[in-house]
């Protein structure tokens, strides 16, 4: 996982240019960064260009891009290469499977949805699907541990995942209608699965049955009060001792 290459020469393309909505897009990014920091843009810049270009990012737009932001091609090449939300094989054309293999997601059936990827899509990662819509590649971390296994296609995660519900993913992308990303299980984002376990007493958030006064809510209670707009100014220091009044004279 930790060798990333770009495509072979056969399949990359002579050139790249952006569409003038891209490039207008583009130099709004740019414009964001001041005089000599233009680099700062490079992520982004690379993402559009990716996204222009089929969702695979060919060597000719990541020195394109480099020749935009004043870079070395080498320093382009190495942020490519670094970050797996670059692409750099032709993907399949309706969705790129980024199957997480980290420990968390390994222990959480992550295997099983790569076994789902090589008999769905095809045995080897980057490989294309017979009808060229599908791909898949294992990386590393993607930061949804707690709802492991997941995977990212495209800007999206799909969390929670299994072997069924993993397919019901795929067919929605193949219909051409993905199903709604997060997790695939009931759980909201990354709560605990079932709902909450733990201030779920509706006394706290109604009226006090004991004291009849009216609890505070969840809104309330993040509001800040009154002392949070109060600067105390310090204690004022006592005059400092004149120490030559203190010293004893000495002895003749």
Avoid at 228 to 242: F, G, H, L, W
Wanted: aromatic share 6%; net charge neutral; proline share 9%.
């Amino acid at each position: 996982m930790s060798v990333r290459r770009l495509a072979p020469a056969e399949v990359q393309p002579r050139s790249f240019a952006f569409t003038a909505e891209n490039l207008d897009w583009a130099k709004k990014q740019i414009a964001k960064y001041p005089e000599g920091r233009q680099s700062s843009a490079v992520i982004p810049i690379l993402w559009r260009a990716q996204e222009q270009h089929g969702g695979w990012l060919p060597e000719a737009a990541i020195r394109a891009v480099a020749d935009m932001l004043d870079m070395a091609h080498i320093r382009a090449l190495e942020i490519a290469t670094f970050y797996t939300q670059f692409i750099l094989q032709p993907a399949g054309k309706k969705a790129h499977v980024q199957v997480c293999g980290t420990t968390p997601c390994r222990l959480r059936g992550a295997e099983d949805i790569i076994e789902v990827c090589q008999h769905r899509i095809a045995h080897d990662p980057f490989a294309l699907s017979e009808d060229g819509d599908f791909s898949w590649e294992e990386v590393e971390c993607l930061g949804a541990c707690v709802n492991a296994p997941m995977v990212l296609i495209g800007r999206d995660t799909y969390e929670d995942l299994t072997p069924e519900n993993f397919e019901k993913v795929l067919d929605g992308f193949a219909k051409g209608k993905p199903v709604k990303p997060g997790p695939q299980i009931d759980r909201q984002f990354s709560a605990p699965v079932g709902g909450a376990t733990t201030l779920t007493d509706p006394a706290i958030y109604a009226s006090s049955p004991t004291r009849g006064q009216r609890g505070t809510t969840d809104a309330e209670a993040k509001r800040p009060g009154a002392a949070a707009n109060v600067t105390e100014a310090p204690a004022p220091k006592p005059p400092a001792d004149d120490a030559s009044a203190k010293r004893k004279p000495k002895p003749n």
